[in-house]
């Protein structure tokens, strides 16, 4: 079974990081649990990286 997730009503945020820029950030949606769906801003329409919650809080452990 395929399940396609629906992220239309998805509140994106930026990286407080991002230093005000619009088109150079990856953006993260919240309120997914288990997910966090991650999409570049440059391309917004593109389908995002839906990456699991444990990955992404190792990734951004790491990234500190």
Do not use: H, Q
Not at 1 to 8: E, F, I, Q
Not at 42 to 59: G, Y
């Amino acid at each position: 079974m395929k399940y396609t997730l629906d992220l239309s009503t998805a509140a994106w945020r930026k990286s407080s990081y991002s230093d005000g820029g619009d088109n150079n950030c990856v953006e993260v949606a919240d309120g997914y649990p288990g997910i966090v769906p991650v999409r570049d801003s440059k391309a917004p329409e593109a389908a995002p990286l839906i990456i699991s919650a444990a990955s992404w809080s190792a990734f951004v452990l790491m990234a500190k």
